[in-house]
């Protein structure tokens, strides 16, 4: 499927229970003209209410999916509240964003990695290098780190915009230089972890349209 689709004019006391009832609302008692698949996401709407949801296929329900900030992150719209609550969320252990440019994938996806830091040995975030035309990154002058950081700098920027979410002697901002320190938190090339054996990771493409 393509997209979250939006199923209107539902009735408000239907999605009222589902604020009310954590453990959700059986699939039968929606009207959605077709099969949900397994934690497919969907928007609600009432005539004076609405609700983001997800479908639990192991007990066959509808949940609601509650807006939640996110290591200092707040999400802006339907979409970017449904992205983190994947992200989060530990029963699906992949998840594939897609969109424009600027629509705050990579920064979800760092957000929730931050997030669920205790969880993992380490975060990586990656990226392919793609080479300019036909100059590959051995033309470029420098070091190996050098040569690198112009393709990682919006990677880095994505955690500058999370860091400064804190104030500066608050423990979440000293937190990430203390990840980086410790290279719990890893900003690398793709290239550079292909073929290594890695232990339970938060493992972050980004660009992997490039791949």
């Known amino acids: 499927y393509e997209g979250i689709p939006t199923i209107e004019n539902l009735p408000d006391k239907l999605i009222g229970r589902l604020y009310s009832n954590t453990e959700g609302v059986a699939l039968e008692e929606f009207e959605l003209g077709f099969e949900p698949m397994a934690n ?31 290591y200092g992150i707040d999400p802006k719209n339907a979409e970017q509240a449904i992205s983190l609550h994947a992200l989060l969320s530990p029963d699906i252990p992949l998840v594939s964003l897609t969109g424009k440019a600027g629509t705050g994938k990579t920064l979800l996806a760092l957000a929730a990695a931050l997030q669920q830091r205790r969880e993992y040995h380490q975060i990586f975030l990656a990226r392919p290098i793609v080479p300019l ?9 420098g070091d190996a780190n050098e040569k690198i950081e112009p393709y990682m700098q919006p990677l880095f920027d994505n955690l500058s915009v999370i860091r400064h979410q804190f104030d500066q002697r608050s423990k979440e901002f000293m937190k990430i230089d203390q990840l980086v320190q410790e290279e719990k938190l890893l900003i690398t090339p793709l290239a550079y972890i292909r073929g290594r054996s890695l232990g339970k990771v938060f493992f972050i493409v980004d660009e992997a349209q490039n791949l």
């Open 40 to 70: 497919q996401y969907m928007i609600f709407k009432g005539n004076k209410s609405s609700a983001l949801a997800i479908f639990d296929i192991r007990s066959s329900s509808i949940q609601v999916v509650q807006k939640e900030k996110c």
């Open 133 to 141: 035309g036909n100059r590959d990154i051995g033309y470029l002058p």
